[in-house]
């Protein structure tokens, strides 16, 4: 058995064996990840990363984004101001947002890691292919839920696993970047650790709002 890197259980037990890399799958919230001592250093970790800043990627982070903002901007009134966690968006798109009235800051570990942006609070939180890159989840998921204010949005577009049987031929498990493999219970465990509540998931998009109470009397009185 395992530490879960993402709820620290014990409960994960080995999974899977491909050419490259075991994983192991965790029984308490459903994360399946790889095994530790097969990810990249930083430097090759970068350079994957990088080759996914091409414009084709590019493309679909925007179409992940503006459709995204649009919905949020009708639930909400008034200017929204988020922040793109893990993935540049191209000049052009954060032209069209900002000349809407949004403002979008941006973090990218590699190429815009711009830390103060991870000290505000914002109305929405949106990460496109990321969260399958992270290396050590619970971590990046308690600064992701500290970076929202209460009632603020957070969208994750990951591919969800849907099919465990399936997984030794899911080619998104080949990718040696990808580390880490989320199933919908996994937010629903998610949603219930950190005060959110978890509005869809399917395919490749979850999205969660941050309850109204969250942060406020959680201290002993
Ligand atoms: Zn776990």
């Given at each position: 058995m395992r530490r879960c890197p993402l709820c620290h259980s014990q409960d994960a037990a080995f999974f899977h064996q491909d050419k490259k890399r075991a994983f192991y799958a965790c029984e308490h919230c459903g994360l399946i990840f790889a095994d530790a001592a097969?990810?990249?250093?930083?430097?090759?970790?970068?350079?994957?990363?990088?080759?996914?800043?091409?414009?084709?990627?590019?493309?679909?982070?925007?179409?992940?984004?503006?459709p995204l903002l649009s919905q949020l901007a009708q639930q909400q009134a008034g200017r929204l101001r988020g922040l793109n966690f893990g993935r540049v968006l191209d000049d052009a798109?954060?032209?069209?947002?900002?000349?809407?009235?949004?403002?979008?800051?941006?973090?990218?570990?590699?190429?815009?890691?711009?830390?103060?942006?991870?000290?505000?609070?914002?109305?929405?939180?949106?990460?496109?292919?990321?969260?399958?890159?992270?290396?050590?989840?619970?971590?990046?998921?308690?600064?992701?839920?500290?970076?929202?204010?209460p009632g603020g949005w957070l969208a994750i577009g990951t591919p969800l696993l849907t099919d465990l049987a399936g997984f030794a031929k899911w080619h998104y498990k080949n990718n040696l970047t990808h580390v880490s493999f989320y199933q919908r219970r996994t937010f629903e465990f998610l949603a219930q650790k950190g005060d959110f509540a978890l509005l869809f998931a399917a395919k490749d998009l979850i999205l969660m709002q941050k309850t109204s109470e969250s942060g406020i009397n959680r201290d002993p009185i």
């Open positions: 097969s990810h990249l250093p930083p430097a090759a970790e970068k350079h994957r990363y990088g080759r996914a800043r091409a414009s084709a990627k590019q493309r679909q982070l925007a179409q992940f984004i503006l798109s954060l032209s069209n947002l900002e000349a809407a009235g949004h403002t979008l800051k941006q973090y990218d570990p590699f190429f815009a890691p711009d830390h103060e942006a991870l000290r505000q609070r914002y109305d929405f939180v949106c990460s496109y292919r990321v969260f399958e890159h992270f290396q050590d989840p619970l971590k990046e998921w308690s600064l992701i839920s500290r970076l929202l204010n």
